[in-house]
């Protein structure tokens, strides 16, 4: 049961001293309980009253951790129901299966891609996280293990088979990077709560339906099983919907421990056109599934499956930004011209690909407006004509160029003579309003007389 931020400060020393970063133990308790700080940024609370509150305060689906390093994939951890009631915690894993008995070429070329295809997108890399390998005969699980971490060592690995043993040859090879280990059913219950004992791996529950996937949770949860991934069984998109709707409502609003867990979903297991999975996939994104299995993941299919993603567990109250600084584009020198925009991510990767675009090299220069855009910025007082002049002295421009001209954005056209006024021997140029009309307005460019 959460505890309420009145119950927690119970349990703090009170001494108000704001070591945690935060004024008053009553704040701090408050943000404790709102699942906004952590009840280990304060040094004096006793062990006894972090393991109570740590244990209230854990999130309804619990965090499941795959393999490690650059190959560690974290599914979980999501404390609400609806993206606008906080945020989502971790996005959906894209995982490509490889059964152990296809042909060769297939596997290399599933492999490859798995670690080849990265994405930048508004200054964060997108890649697919997990390749699930399925015990078909053929090769071992073990040897294609294997073969995946010296082929594409950023992938965590889920090892899938209804054999123990073989899942546990899997798990010794994989090592340090230790895989989730799918197939416990109710038969089986008790040899992968040993599996999970002797590895310390996750594991993956498969139940013939929700009902039956409860009651073999519940078994694992018994038997001391911490970490697991649930599968409904449903093998439809609706019943797969369905299930998943059910289990985050049951988890979250109901504490419903069987179900608090992350859930694996099977696209590739639903039919057999790769568009249609990834139509699946997308659905699944979204109503929650923590991990999504396909039959390939092209590149058609795999980037806008990961913009999705960054769209649905982008923390919706904060928005992205870029740091401030000098950014220069296409390798300008000291008579390239000097433009200035806010941080806002999306700006900046709009700015700088019009500027790229137009093969004028440029000079950048990002302010931070907390992630606001140009317009807002300016109204919330975060991009006013004192506040640019005063980036512009300190960022160290003056020693990159001989001209002293500023390129500011058309929309902030009215602070032109503030600004002339708080830069005196700059010359204030108004851009355009639209990035789309830089690269014609760049070309024109001549730095002032
Ligand atoms: Fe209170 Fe602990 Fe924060 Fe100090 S560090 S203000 S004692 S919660």
């Not at 190959?71 to 945020?87: I, L, P, S, Y």
């Not at 440029?362 to 302010?367: Q, T």
Request: proline residues 5%; charged residues 25%; negative net charge.
């Amino acid at each position: 049961m959460a505890l309420t931020g009145i119950q927690i400060l119970k349990m703090l020393p009170k001494k108000n001293c704001g070591e945690c970063d935060i004024p008053t133990c009553l704040a701090f308790a408050m943000k404790v309980a709102a699942g906004q700080a952590e009840i280990e940024a304060c040094p004096y609370v006793s062990d006894e009253a972090k393991a109570t509150i740590g244990e209230a305060s854990a999130p309804p689906i619990r965090t499941i951790k795959i393999g490690t390093g650059d190959a560690q994939f974290t599914a979980g951890g999501e404390t609400c129901q609806f993206r606008h009631e906080k945020r989502f915690e971790n996005q959906t894993g894209l995982a490509v299966l490889i059964a152990t008995d296809e042909d060769a070429a297939s596997i290399d070329g599933k492999i490859k891609r798995a670690n080849d295809f990265v994405y930048e997108r508004v200054g964060v890399m997108m890649r697919n996280n997990l390749v699930a390998i399925k015990d078909k005969g053929g090769a071992s699980l073990a040897d294609m293990a294997k073969k995946v971490m010296e082929g594409a060592p950023q992938q965590a690995i889920i090892l899938m088979s209804d054999n123990v043993e073989n899942l546990k040859a899997g798990a010794e090879a994989c090592g340090d990077n230790k895989p989730l280990l799918y197939g416990a059913t109710g038969e089986n219950a008790d040899a992968f709560a040993g599996l999970a004992q002797d590895t310390g791996c996750a594991i993956g529950v498969k139940g013939k339906n929700l009902d039956d996937l409860v009651e073999t949770a519940d078994k694992l949860i018994a038997a001391g099983v911490k970490d697991m991934v649930i599968d409904t069984g449903a093998r439809t998109l609706k019943g797969a919907f369905e299930d998943n709707v059910v289990a985050r409502r049951a988890a979250v609003k109901d504490k419903f421990k069987a179900l608090g867990f992350p859930t694996i979903a099977f696209p590739c297991e639903m039919c057999d056109d790769l568009m249609m999975e990834a139509m699946i996939g997308s659905v699944l994104i979204a109503k929650y599934a923590g991990i999504t299995v396909f039959s390939d993941l092209q590149g058609d299919i795999l980037f806008p499956l990961l913009l999705e993603q960054l769209n649905i567990f982008t923390d919706p109250q904060r928005p992205m930004v870029v740091a401030e600084d000098i950014y220069p584009v296409t390798g300008p020198d000291e008579n390239s011209p000097v433009l200035i925009t806010c941080n806002f991510s999306l700006t900046y990767f709009i700015v700088s690909g019009e500027i790229e675009g137009s093969k004028v090299p440029s000079w950048l220069l990002i302010k931070d407006t907390e992630g606001l855009s140009v317009l807002t910025a300016w109204a919330a007082g975060k991009f006013g004509a004192d506040l640019i002049a005063m980036f512009v002295n300190k960022s160290g421009i003056l020693d990159k160029v001989k001209h002293r001209e500023l390129i500011i954005p058309g929309y902030l056209a009215t602070i032109k003579g503030e600004l002339e006024e708080e830069l005196p021997d700059w010359t204030i140029t108004i851009g355009p309003r639209e990035a789309g009309h830089l690269p014609a307005f760049l070309k024109e460019w001549k730095p002032a007389a």
